[in-house]
């Protein structure tokens, strides 16, 4: 995932735009991978996810993306809302099944109505 | 089902105080997890649990914290010192054996004066 920092990267958005957030992921071997969404004060949910056999996938407003070949997955949000505001988290698999899921440091959605 | 139940939700101590922090996962899922949460360091694996057995606790920052699921509806995190670095908001999350889709709880937000 991403490299940790002291802050989120930012993506601001007006209202009724698409936004795309990315990820780099660091293990070649991963073969699954999954989009959180955190609002302030909860935690972490699923938004969607994806395996590695497949480069994209499709959901309710939403679309994921894999490039395995340079190890990269983007989350596209179609016609942004308000209440998509909140940090979002890539996170990748253990093919070995000895740890758990791995998250990135996360990023920032704005909204500007 | 009402999703993954953490307790207490926000808790306030002194340092050299006992803590523990409870979960209780969704019913049905065999695995446990609990992560912390820093603006510094982001979501951290800390432990998790297979069918009631610890997996994984390579996350456990030091001895003075530990974590047990006597069951399969139950687990705790205990820091015993607490010390002030160990203020964070702190997960428990559930899922299926395949540790995939993880089911996050609401947090308890730790601050150690």
Redesign the interface.
């Known amino acids: 995932g991403e490299s ?1 920092g ?2 989120l990267p930012t993506l601001s958005v007006q209202e009724g735009d698409n936004s795309i957030i990315n990820c780099a992921y660091s293990n070649s071997a991963s073969d ?1 991978f ?1 989009w ?1 969404k955190q609002e302030s ?6 938004i969607i ?1 994806i395996r590695s056999n497949m480069d994209k996938r499709q959901g309710q407003r939403v679309t994921v993306l894999l490039n395995k070949t340079v190890k990269h997955l983007s989350l596209q949000i179609a016609a942004t809302q308000p209440g998509d505001s909140a940090v979002y ?1 890539c996170a990748e ?1 253990d093919p070995t ?10 990023t920032r959605l704005q909204v500007q109505p | 089902d009402a999703g ?1 139940i953490q307790s207490p939700r926000h808790e306030v101590t002194e340092m050299g105080q006992e803590v523990t922090l409870r979960c209780k996962p969704i019913s049905g899922h065999n ?1 446990l ?1 609990w ?1 912390r949460q820093t ?5 951290e ?1 800390l432990i ?1 649990f297979n069918n009631n057995v610890p ?2 606790d ?1 996350g456990m920052p030091e001895d003075r914290f530990s974590a047990k699921m006597p069951n399969a509806s139950f687990s705790t995190l205990k820091i015993q010192p607490s010390e002030p670095r160990d203020s964070a908001v702190y ?1 428990c ?1 559930s899922s299926f054996s395949n ?9 308890t937000q730790l601050s150690v004066l």
């Not at chain 1, 099944?97 to 996360?106: E, I, M």
């Not at chain 2, 540790?99 to 947090?107: D, N, Q, R, V, W």
Request: no cysteine; aromatic share 22%.
């Open positions: 940790v002291l802050h699954y999954i959180y004060g909860k935690g972490p949910q699923f996810d988290f698999n099944g000895r740890r758990a899921l791995t998250f990135g440091s996360g | 993954v695995s997890f992560y603006m510094m360091r982001g979501l694996l998790y997996i994984d390579s997960f999350a540790g995939e889709k993880l089911f996050f709880g609401s947090g």
